[in-house]
């Protein structure tokens, strides 16, 4: 069967410091990767999406980057937290039309 | 479209009523919806999905109705239960993508 492993599951982080947050999908191959932020109280903001190794679709204008190294790992990045990155990421997998599996989050509070 | 800046709408129900949670989709070429349910702190999981070509599907305890005429998609849950208080979220695929935009998420409340 297939597994997502989203680690770590809390983080606190200085401004201005960088980020890597790993994501790793087991039990499938080719998937649809996805990363996603969610501020507390709020909806599920698409980020990054990818459909291979290396193609990356880039959601909205931010501080962060993806990069997809390995068919099942996609990584998300920055080189200098901002305030504003805090939130929850969300990292999700899917085949192509089917539904999105999800990790179990990371709270990322950058203090 | 997304719209992830706004607070989520809350829906209040007693224990054993039905919940009916609704969600209007933009992309008319949207054609694989998805409802979600998210508890607190964890990550989103499935409940139901249904495609374009159908208008209705039950699953346990739960039905999706899909209009396309008005884009709308609605989750229906039978005999609530205290359980089921999360928030829940639309989610749909279509177009010349196949990313999975969300909608914005409604938080039911339960009352016992």
């Known amino acids: 069967s297939q597994t997502i492993h989203q680690w770590p599951a809390t983080l606190v982080q200085p401004v201005g410091s960088p980020l890597s947050l790993e994501c790793t999908v087991e039990?499938?191959?080719?998937?649809?990767l996805y990363w996603y932020r969610q501020a507390a109280g709020r909806g599920l903001q698409l980020l990054f999406y990818?459909?291979?190794?290396?193609?990356i679709s880039s959601e909205v204008p931010q501080n962060l980057s993806a990069s997809r190294p390995q068919d099942r790992q996609f990584i998300l990045s920055s080189k200098k937290l901002l305030l504003s990155d805090s939130g929850f990421y969300l990292c999700a997998w899917s085949a192509t039309r089917e539904q999105a599996f999800f990790g179990q989050g990371t709270r990322l509070t950058v203090v | 479209g997304e719209s992830v800046g706004l607070h989520l709408p809350t829906l209040s129900v007693q224990e054993g009523d039905n919940s009916i949670i609704n969600c209007a989709y933009s992309n008319s070429a949207s054609d694989y919806f998805i409802w979600y349910k998210q508890e607190s702190g964890k990550g989103p999981q499935f409940i139901i999905d249904i495609r374009s070509n159908m208008d209705k599907r039950q699953g346990q305890r739960v039905t999706v109705l899909l209009n396309k005429t008005v884009k709308h998609l609605s989750l229906q849950i039978a005999a609530t239960q205290p359980g089921d208080s999360a928030v829940y979220f639309c989610?749909?695929?279509?177009?010349?993508?196949?990313?999975?935009?969300f909608g914005t998420g409604t938080l039911l409340a339960v009352q016992p």
């Open positions: 989610a749909e695929i279509g177009g010349a993508t196949n990313k999975l935009i």
């Open positions: 990818s459909v291979g190794i290396g193609q």
């Open positions: 039990g499938t191959s080719n998937p649809n």
